[in-house]
């Protein structure tokens, strides 16, 4: 169980366009969901944290209008980056918390963006 | 401000003996910690988690220590095994783990046949 998909698992753009990524928890409802970036060879860095049913709540410097998240349900968010540049290409996690009080936050396989 | 450190970037150990991963953490709010494996290009993938009421948990393999005085977590490895060999990340959230986690740098290990 808790299981955690994303779409697309990687994907090319041209500068100047938006892409959209899902994230969904397959066997489990997740209240709560995070979006982070990981650039090579470094640690994951927390995005923002997704809430269902209300506005996203992002970490200092990360633009909210740029990197738009909704999270329409209690098994999918959506992270768009919009009018996407060559520094924005990374690989993007997603994760979930399983479950209330004591939860372990499960990932997604991670969305490959390269913007070209 | 690097919350959470892997002061190890690296690590290779023999295949059976005992791998030992270490993480240190300067937030006192901090109470729940986890320890991550990651290949690359690939999500992490939970390993065994430990609450700050506990000074130890074990499953299989895998045994997590807390040193809550000294700020300190250690992820035990016995015995080790090639498929091991990965980039582990230890993490730490405050509220029990319903809040967001923060990572460490990273321990590559390299379980060597």
């Known amino acids: 169980g808790a299981v955690v998909s994303q779409h697309p698992s990687w994907v090319i753009c041209k500068s100047g366009t938006s892409v959209k990524i899902e994230c969904r928890s397959l066997?489990?409802?997740?209240?709560?969901m995070f979006w982070y970036r990981q650039f090579p060879k470094q640690s994951l860095m927390l995005m923002a944290t997704?809430?269902?049913?209300?506005?996203?709540?992002?970490e200092q410097g990360v633009e909210k209008d740029k990197f738009l998240i909704n999270h329409a349900s209690l098994t999918l968010s959506t992270l768009t980056v919009t009018s996407a540049h060559p520094e924005d290409s990374s690989f993007y996690i997603c994760?979930?918390?399983?479950?209330?009080?004591?939860?372990?936050?499960?990932f997604g396989p991670g969305t490959r963006l390269t913007v070209t | 401000d690097q919350q959470v450190k892997q002061n190890s970037p690296s690590l290779s150990v023999q295949e059976g003996r005992i791998s030992i991963l270490n993480c240190d953490y300067t937030?006192?709010?901090?109470?729940?910690f986890l320890w991550y494996k990651k290949y690359p290009a690939e999500g992490p993938t939970f390993l065994i988690s430990?609450?700050?009421?506990?000074d130890k948990n074990e499953d299989g393999r895998f045994t997590v220590f807390l040193n809550k005085s000294a700020k300190h977590l250690s992820l035990h490895i016995v015995p080790s095994q090639p498929g091991d060999s990965a980039v582990y990340f230890c993490?730490?959230?405050?509220?029990?783990?319903?809040?967001?986690?923060?990572f460490g740098t990273g321990t590559r290990l390299t379980i060597i046949p």
């Open positions: 997704s809430n269902e049913g209300s506005k996203a709540t992002y």
């Open positions: 066997d489990f409802q997740a209240t709560t």
């Open positions: 430990i609450s700050s009421i506990k």
């Open positions: 994760s979930a918390i399983l479950g209330t009080g004591v939860g372990e936050q499960y």
């Open positions: 993490a730490a959230s405050a509220n029990f783990g319903n809040e967001k986690l923060t």
């Open positions: 937030n006192s709010m901090f109470d729940y």
